[in-house]
């Protein structure tokens, strides 16, 4: 058996978890199986968030195919025997306060699956509907923020968005205008100044930027602000319109665009090549992702299946009068239509759309993602985006010992599309969560969480870095500059010629 403790730092301090409380119940029930331990592996970690998809004790099998079923013409096992065969995943920061854990544990072992009401079938985690539920939520965020009566920004890291940090856009724009007097001397800088902003949210780094861009200008009599024009994007509707109320001061220098931020091209083609600076904030770690292991010297895909536990199901079906076995075509119709249109869909469940967004609330908070390791049989033909392939994760997953990491498919995606929207002196500056060390992995939890109705994982800044390199970026991170204390990064890439 082989324990892997994550949070080592939490074992010393003020606050040091109770290894004897919180980890020795579970062996003692692992033992109890009287099973052969060999392939047992034990992760422990910290999960920080205290709204997230796991359960406080979760078994996850570890297939030895890539194909269960053993289909026919399907990709070969990988060659020779299997390290491990289930992995057992333990939440330290909750099992301690657990009265029962070994039995807990047992019983997790003994069948974990019973009673469970599944959401859907194994899946990558980028494609699990948890993130059409995170979709929802910026689309319908006005209800959810009526209904939990505060905002957004109240559930990110620090209770607000260093987007709206001045001091940070002023920075920014103060390089971007050095840059620009160079040019101007010269007669070389282009009559249009496009910046455009990827997941904007409320408007308010948006109004930030442009209101130091503006003041900054006139202090300095360039006439830069009269040539500005700043692209919001967003694929929510509802955000586009709320970060449109928020810059009205600036409305001549301002357009809307409705786009997936993981394919920034498709609406924002025409920009190619002009675009001085991609500025983005607190929206990698909202894009869809994939986990990837290495275990025991091979590599495994983690898949997903959401569910909602045997209580929590029987606790919401009997609010809307449903069998727990219907709600999973309820949670389908939500996700389809969304809270203000379910109750026209489902009157025999739903009474109206406060009772959906009630609804909608309570699926989310107790949804959790059932997870495996399946072999994935060769690095190279795993896509981490289009044009991307796997074997850029190879450094990282053979940086030592076991690991597992967020592939960050969509903000590689997202990356990889945008910069081509640079200008040759453009930059993408992007403030958010990244794991900047392969120890980063090794020694904390970074993701999934929750913040409110959506989705948190920390990016993949290595992985990133290595892309922005093979395609001639360089990528640099460092403390977000004006906040101390917080784990917020700032990535900047640039073209290295
Ligand atoms: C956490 S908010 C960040 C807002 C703002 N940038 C800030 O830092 O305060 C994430 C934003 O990204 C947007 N977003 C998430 N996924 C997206 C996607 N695939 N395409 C476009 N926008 C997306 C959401 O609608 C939301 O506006």
Request: a negative charge; hydrophobic letters at 45%; charged letters at 20%.
């Amino acid at each position: 058996m082989l324990v892997d403790f994550r949070p080592g730092l939490r074992l010393t301090g003020k606050n040091a978890v109770d290894i004897t409380a919180s980890v020795t119940p579970v062996l003692e029930a692992v033992a109890g199986t009287g099973g052969d331990l060999t392939g047992v592996r034990v992760a422990c970690d910290w999960i920080q968030y205290r709204d997230n998809f796991r359960d406080v004790v979760d078994v996850r099998p570890v297939m030895a195919s890539p194909d269960p079923a053993g289909s026919p013409g399907a990709a070969p096992p990988p060659a020779g025997v299997p390290p491990y065969a289930v992995e057992v995943a333990v939440d330290v920061r909750r099992s301690g306060d657990i009265a029962d854990l070994k039995e807990l544990a047992a019983a997790r072992l003994r069948d974990g699956s019973v009673g469970r009401v599944f959401l859907e079938d194994w899946c990558p985690e980028s494609a699990s509907c948890i993130w059409r539920f995170n979709a929802l939520y910026w689309s319908a965020l006005a209800l959810w923020e009526k209904a939990v009566g505060r905002g957004y920004e109240q559930a990110l890291p620090g209770g607000e968005s260093d987007a709206r940090n001045q001091a940070a856009a002023r920075d920014l724009i103060t390089g971007l205008f050095a840059d620009w007097d160079l040019l101007s001397a010269t007669g070389a800088l282009p009559a249009e100044l496009y910046v455009a902003e990827l997941g904007v949210g409320n408007g308010n780094q948006a109004r930030v930027f442009l209101d130091e861009f503006r003041d900054l200008d006139r202090a300095q009599g360039r006439g830069y602000y009269a040539r500005l024009h700043y692209f919001m994007c967003d694929y929510s509707q509802h955000v586009l319109d709320l970060a449109r109320e928020t810059v009205a001061g600036h409305a001549a220098h301002v357009s809307s665009i409705p786009l997936d931020a993981q394919r920034p091209l498709t609406a924002l083609g025409f920009l190619r090549g002009r675009v001085w600076l991609l500025y983005i904030s607190n929206v990698y770690d909202n894009l869809p992702t994939d986990e990837v292991a290495q275990l025991g010297g091979r590599t495994y895909l983690v898949q997903t299946r959401a569910y909602l536990p045997q209580a929590a199901a029987a606790e919401l079906a009997a609010g809307v009068s449903a069998d727990p076995a219907e709600l999973p075509a309820l949670v389908r119709q939500l996700l389809r239509l969304g809270p203000a249109l379910l109750a026209d869909a489902a009157p025999a469940h739903i009474g109206g759309t406060e009772p959906a967004v009630r609804f909608w609330r309570q699926v989310w908070s107790a949804i959790r993602l059932e997870e495996r390791y399946v072999p994935l049989t060769g690095l190279d033909l795993y896509p981490v985006a289009p044009a991307v392939s796997g074997e850029a994760l190879r450094p990282l997953l053979e940086s030592g010992a076991d690991i597992r990491v967020q592939v960050s498919n969509g903000a590689v995606a997202s990356f990889v599309d945008s910069i081509a929207l640079l200008r040759p002196l453009g930059k993408l500056v992007c403030h958010d969560l990244f794991a900047t060390d392969p120890q980063d992995y090794r020694s904390g939890f970074r993701g999934p969480g929750k913040y409110d109705g959506s989705v948190v994982n920390w990016v993949n800044g290595i992985l990133l870095a290595h892309v922005g390199r093979r395609i001639g970026f360089e990528v640099r991170y460092e403390p977000f500059r004006h906040r101390s204390g917080g784990h917020i990064i700032t990535m900047t890439a640039q073209a290295t010629d």
